[in-house]
């Protein structure tokens, strides 16, 4: 005995259709799981690279020009040096400095870093380069700081 199509339509129940819905849902749960984790891990990469560059910039800034400080000329970052001191720091991170600039009175250094970030959950989809900037000035003084 065969049922006409018309009367297979009107019995067909709703089974399943709650249980495509929920898997639906959870997929776009996880998806939004993935993206807030592996953004905030972007956030402390980037946090991390600002300290590193920050503290590269202080070593590179300690490297005093000693000969102009003898010959009176005044207290001024040896450049030459600076890059060399910056990198040998940050290598122990496993980095290295990307720019190195000075001020006009080369009393001011800033490092720029870059540093890859690899995200947890979403794979190649993420990665990115995240890049840190920090400066240092250089202060001399006994009983203060004097910048002049």
């Known amino acids: 005995m065969r049922v006409p199509f018309r009367a297979r339509l009107r019995r067909r129940s709703d089974r399943g259709a709650v249980a495509l819905f929920v898997a639906i849902c959870a997929a776009y749960v996880v998806l939004v799981i993935a993206l807030v984790i592996d953004a905030g891990g972007r956030l402390r990469v980037a946090e991390r690279t600002d300290a590193y560059a920050q503290e590269a910039a202080r070593v590179g800034g300690q490297q005093l020009d000693q000969a ?7 207290f001024k970052i040896q450049q030459d040096y600076v890059r060399q001191a910056a990198d040998a720091y ?5 980095l290295r400095a990307g ?13 720029t870093v870059r540093a890859d970030f690899r995200p947890v959950l979403l794979g190649s989809l993420g990665e990115r380069k995240v890049t840190g900037k920090g400066s240092a000035t250089l202060v001399h003084g006994v009983e203060k700081a004097e910048t002049d």
């Open 99 to 111: 720019e190195v600039e000075f001020s006009g009175d080369g009393k001011v250094v800033t490092v």
């Open 90 to 94: 940050l290598a122990l991170y496993g």
């Open 68 to 74: 102009a400080v003898l010959q009176g000329k005044g």
